[in-house]
């Protein structure tokens, strides 16, 4: 029998929130984090054509990689113990579509969660619900490296 999810602190999340997208490279792209729980996660862009294209006029593929390393990186974080962070180690990804412009959503999923490794996926849809990418991610943990946000992370713990 599978130990069940933990209950996470809506707090800590608000902080949570706040202070991974107050950073400054989720700023410099356009990042939101638009939903995160469990093994689950949904992060947005808004495409700026000043910001995002490369010479070809669609969306370089730096810009989705990122968004797929950060989908993935998230939906395997809340679960782990509050002192624990995580690195990716491997990132794959296929461009199936070109985006050229609007909202872009990156919804990310947890595989298979671990204590040492997790596994995990993310695929990013245009506004009208295109697929235009799909990335998986190896993430390994990093004890020591959680994120002291001032309040528990879990309210069952």
């Known amino acids: 029998m599978s130990k069940p999810a933990p209950i996470i602190n809506p707090e800590y999340v608000r902080r949570l929130m706040e202070m991974a997208f107050d950073a400054s490279y989720p700023i410099l792209i356009g990042m939101t984090l638009d939903d995160i729980a469990i093994d689950s996660v949904s992060i947005g862009l808004e495409l700026d054509p000043q910001r995002h294209l490369q010479p070809y006029g669609i969306v370089h593929g730096g810009v989705l990689a990122t968004l797929i ?89």
Request: with cysteine; hydrophobic share 35%; aromatic share 8%.
């Open 69 to 157: 390393d950060t989908a993935t990186f998230w939906s395997a974080f809340l679960r782990l113990p509050s002192d624990v962070g995580l690195v990716n180690i491997d990132l794959k990804l296929n461009y199936l579509q070109p985006a050229i412009t609007g909202r872009l959503t990156a919804v990310g999923r947890c595989i298979r969660p671990g204590r040492t490794l997790s596994y995990t996926e993310a695929h990013i849809y245009d506004e009208s619900g295109q697929l235009l990418t799909h990335g998986t991610s190896t993430l390994i943990t990093r004890p020591g490296r959680g994120f002291d946000l001032g309040v528990a992370k879990f309210l069952d713990s």
